[in-house]
């Protein structure tokens, strides 16, 4: 399987990570959603390896408008 830069997978929980500053490239979505869903507390910001990441689920549960 093929990895881009400022993605994660976590084996344990079969959960894939994107980078924030990459999310919003991932979903096509403007940086200013993604923003916005972080402020307001409907997208959850996890730490990897250093990194402020978000999962693509969640990621899709908002450009689908599922998590507003």
């Not at 096509?28 to 402020?39: C, F, G, K």
């Not at 409907?42 to 390896?49: A, R």
């Amino acid at each position: 399987m093929r990895r881009e830069n400022g993605t994660f997978f976590d084996y344990g929980n079969s959960m894939e990570f994107i980078a924030v500053s990459n999310a919003p490239k991932k979903v096509n979505l403007p940086a200013h959603v993604i923003t916005d869903a972080i402020s307001n507390g409907t997208l959850p910001v996890h730490e990897v390896s250093g990194c402020k990441c978000v999962t693509l689920a969640d990621l899709l549960k908002i450009k689908n408008g599922g998590a507003k």
